[in-house]
């Protein structure tokens, strides 16, 4: 597959589609990243970089940080992780609270924010200082050492996080998390405001289309049929509450952020990432899913 010529042909197509929607201005510091950004990158399990754009630009990672949070409470719990938040769709909004009220405080899946508060109260059990062990185990997963979490995104978000707050207080009273709120919320910020380009994401996630093992060296994260569970997951629950129409639309199992990145996984075949800032009404990159369905069907390949 000539994947260079795909990406450009993505590239040129999706140009009128930049701008369209808004970028999270709700988050200041991420209010001031101009909308016309493209970038998309694939790295294949054989170890092949395909780029465009401004797939080397660095941006922030925000939910796309939640599925690494993920990999790290599984390796560290396995399936006892499931016994505090689900993995099912919410079709709410990823910020709502709506669902706490009604299910004791356990969270439809951790993709959503309060699941992803639940992950990262699991982490901040079992690590001093939960933001260096993620950015440590995407340096592992990336080959690169120089990742970490942007100061001013994280001030931006820790000092606007009164609804992430309210989640967190709300699901320590049913007693679903175990750790401060403060110190939970601290992390999450963290976490979420970690910068990484297209590249490197693209990379990083390449464990998932190759069973649950780093490409590049044969490592073990996950194993292939955890790896697999994973990128179910991924699929009906990592975009947000419109992961039916993603899934329809493009057919790959993915998560977004509301930085404006989409990871997307290719089973037997690459990782995938594509970053455009300006987001639809769901928070999901609105040129990065025109770009991904782009792939698919120019290439003919996806899970279905």
């Keep these: 597959m000539d994947y260079g010529s795909v990406l450009e042909e993505i590239h040129t197509t999706v140009q009128p589609a930049l701008g369209i929607g808004k970028v999270a201005d709700y988050i200041p510091e991420l209010a001031r990243v101009s ?9 294949t399990v ?27 409470a599984l390796q560290a719990e396995g399936d ?11 079709g709410t909004p990823f910020n709502s609270l ?10 439809r899946n951790p993709f959503i924010n309060a699941g992803a508060l639940v992950i990262t109260d699991i982490l901040c059990t079992r690590f001093a200082v939960p933001e260096n ?16 979490y942007d100061r001013r995104v994280e001030r931006s978000e820790r000092t606007h996080a009164d609804r992430n707050a309210a989640m967190a207080h709300f699901m320590r009273s049913f007693g679903n998390l175990r750790n401060p709120v403060e110190l939970v919320l601290d992390a999450y910020c963290r976490h979420c405001a970690i910068e990484m380009n297209c590249v490197d994401l693209a990379r990083a996630v390449a464990f998932l289309a190759n069973h649950g093992r780093i ?78 369905e782009l792939l698919t069907t120019l290439t003919g390949r996806s899970i279905f």
């Excluded at 185990?137 to 970490?148: D, E, N, P, V, Y």
């Design 215 to 292: 490409p590049s060296n044969g490592e073990t994260v996950l194993g292939a049929s955890l790896a697999k569970r994973l990128n179910a997951l991924m699929l009906t629950c990592g975009t947000y509450d419109s992961a039916g129409d993603f899934a329809f639309r493009v057919g790959l199992p993915a998560k977004s952020g509301v930085g404006g990145g989409i990871v997307a996984v290719m089973p037997n075949e690459c990782g995938i990432c594509v970053w455009s800032p300006s987001l639809d009404e769901s928070g999901n990159s609105h040129a990065g899913t025109l770009a991904l």
């Design 98 to 107: 709506v669902q706490l009220e009604n299910e004791s405080g356990r969270p």
């Design 46 to 72: 054989r170890g092949e970089v395909y780029s465009v754009g401004d797939a080397l630009t660095g941006f922030s990672i925000q939910s796309i940080s939640k599925l690494f949070a993920l990999v790290l």
């Design 35 to 43: 909308p016309h950004h493209f970038g998309m990158a694939i790295v």
């Design 133 to 148: 062990a993620l950015a440590e185990f995407l340096q592992k997963l990336t080959g690169r050492s120089a990742i970490h």
């Design 80 to 90: 006892a992780v499931w016994q505090r938040v689900g993995r099912e769709p919410s």
